[in-house]
């Protein structure tokens, strides 16, 4: 049998190492628990939220109130979608799994690297390897908990109405991927930090910081300096704004996020490459 | 440099340094390990022993130099599955059992599920751990957590283990049955052993990189049958009592040069040969034994040579 080739041994590396994030939240007590949280949170948000938002929006009586109200906010496009859960669950999935993400990634390498563990792996995989295969890591655990509640979501339309069963289905796959492609730079941000703290704590003070200094900082030097501006694109979900309405829709909406993303993680890389382990 | 022309090294270091902001770690550091038998790595505390096991291992870059690991420089994905290590207080995670974290490390060093299981289990068996398999590390002793992270340096039986203080909080059994493995392995396997505990690597090792204040001194770990007939040799002693009258009576043996106190009870015995001597006078050890006998003298130990610690500080 010939020997893999070294790109075939790296992409096994890194798949070892995302299946081994997907293990260790869906396979330890600590990671069902937090599913368990999750599930919760999201059960209590389709139950009264959305399942009571829906039926509103739906009576005859309430259309044009919200439609004015929808139409001010320039979310009139939201109410033309025919799976009226999926508009009161993109509006709450929309700001609520970035804030998530932050949190349910924080710890990518930092605890590993102060207990030592990350010396074991050092000597089989490297840096960029362990970078990318927890980042996709990442990435496949914060789609799968999307699926679950994109799932729900289906499910509750259909209960309602056995017709909505398709056009949910559509709707859901789109929303899948708009969500996907939104946290991805949230999740390569705390690969960044990852790749120089030392603390799963940390990086979630640190991500608080550059998210709330780092915007009044821009904002301040924007009132100087209007060139500024385009510190913004520092920010993960600098778009989300933009891209709430369904309106508008551009390219560049679903390319900010991904350079972002490709920016972050060469970031991580280089400055995982320098630390040490 | 201890090498042979014919051999080439599987660890070679060039002009390494290392520094820490001002402090410099390391200097000018220069060696050549060639397969075989153990090497220890020994040195006082803040030596630069850890600093230079983290460089070998790719953990941090140096200031300047070069190291190559078996023709590849340190931390190449090359070394894979050929170079494995213990460093020091590195930890598994407590939230997998050992099996599952070995079978990781099996997995990212290429093997599939079954070799990997079965490395796992031949790696504890190897530290006489096998029962703990589905255990989580949490779970064990200080000792055993110890022996775990041992075996997981162990898969896939890599050409260069790296030990850092390897029998450090091992009980007494625990410590030999290790360098029982250590003793058992060399050959197939080059361990560098770092350890505080000199008299075992002794035991294990003839090649001895010794650090003090990040400066290499390198050292053949000499035994007497190493030395040529006409060159003076030397015998170590460890007496059970302090006896006044001892050293005036080792220099009464005629071959007997000097003796130095090296330690309360021990002796070193500096031997010239004499090439008048007779040839049915008895070899020097076994006229220094009757020395002790006619004497009623006991003694603890008798080494052939210097003792590794006298070899490096006397």
């Known amino acids: 049998m010939s020997q893999p080739s070294y790109i075939q041994q790296s992409l096994f590396r890194v798949w070892a190492l995302a299946k081994f994030e997907l293990i260790r939240l869906f396979f330890t007590k600590r990671g069902m628990l937090a599913i368990l949280a999750f599930a919760t949170a999201w059960f209590l948000i389709l139950y009264y939220p959305v399942d009571s938002a829906v039926s509103i929006v739906a009576s005859d009586g309430f259309k044009d109130m919200a439609r004015e109200t929808f139409g001010l906010l320039g979310l009139s496009a939201l109410l033309k979608w025919q799976v009226s859960e999926f508009t009161l669950y993109w509006l709450i999935a929309l700001f609520t799994f970035p804030v998530f993400t932050l949190g349910a990634s924080s710890d990518q390498t930092c605890a590993d690297r102060t207990r030592g563990t990350l010396r074991f792996i050092s000597l089989r995989a490297t840096r960029n390897e ?27 339309a259909w209960w309602r109405d056995s017709n909505l069963l398709l056009p949910a289905i559509a709707k859901a796959s789109q929303l899948f991927i708009e969500l996907v492609i939104v946290v991805l730079p949230f999740i390569a941000l705390t690969s960044f930090f990852n790749s120089f703290l030392r603390s799963a704590k940390l990086t979630g003070v ?66 995982m490459k320098r630390s040490a382990l | 440099m201890i090498t042979s022309a014919s051999t080439s090294p599987l660890i070679k270091v ?141 898969i896939g039986t890599p050409e260069i283990v790296m030990l850092d203080e390897a029998t450090a909080g091992l009980d007494p059994l625990h410590a030999r049955e290790i360098r029982q493995l250590v003793a058992n392995l060399s050959g197939e396997t080059t361990f560098i052993l770092s350890s505080h505990d000199l008299s075992e690597l002794e035991r294990l090792c003839q090649q001895i990189l010794f650090l003090e204040h990040g400066v290499l001194r390198q050292h053949q770990n000499v035994s007497n049958e190493n030395l040529a007939q006409d060159q003076q040799s030397f015998i170590t002693i460890r007496m059970a009592k302090l006896i006044p009258e001892f050293e005036q009576s080792l220099l009464s043996i005629e071959q007997v040069s000097n003796v130095i106190k090296t330690q309360d009870k021990e002796y070193l015995i500096t031997i010239t040969p004499n090439i008048n001597s007779q040839a049915d006078t008895l070899p020097i050890d076994m006229q220094i034994l009757q020395l002790c006998h006619h004497n009623q003298w006991s003694y603890r130990q008798l080494v052939n040579g210097k003792t590794l610690e006298n070899q490096l500080f006397n």
């Open chain 1, 130 to 156: 362990i970078i990318f295969g927890r980042f996709i890591g990442q990435v496949l655990i914060i789609s799968l908990l999307l699926l679950l509640t994109l799932f729900a979501t289906t499910t509750m």
């Open chain 1, 206 to 271: 640190i991500s608080l910081l550059f998210f709330g200094l780092g915007t009044i900082l821009v904002t301040l030097l924007t009132y100087k300096i209007s060139a500024a501006q385009y510190l913004n694109y520092l920010f993960p979900g600098v778009q989300l704004i933009d891209i709430v309405g369904q309106d508008r829709i551009q390219v560049s909406h679903y390319l900010i996020p991904l350079i972002q993303t490709a920016c972050y993680l060469t970031l991580a890389s280089i400055f």
């Open chain 2, 14 to 154: 060039s002009q390494l340094n290392k520094f820490f902001g001002n402090k410099q770690a390391l200097k000018d550091v220069e060696f050549e390990i060639i397969k075989g038998q153990p090497v220890a790595l020994v040195g006082p505390n803040g030596a630069g022993k850890t600093t230079l096991f983290s460089l070998l291992c790719g953990y941090i870059q140096p200031s300047s130099g070069h190291i190559s690991i078996l023709g590849q420089p340190a931390g190449s994905a090359a070394t894979f599955g050929k170079l494995a290590a213990l460093p020091q207080d590195a930890q598994l995670d407590p939230r997998f059992s050992i099996a599952h974290q070995l079978k990781f490390y099996g997995q990212l060093q290429g093997f599939n599920n079954k070799k990997s299981q079965f490395e796992a289990e031949r790696t504890l068996e190897l530290v006489g751990l096998k029962e703990v398999l589905n255990e989580k590390p949490d779970a064990l002793s200080h000792g055993m957590r110890k022996r775990v992270t041992i075996a997981q340096a162990l």
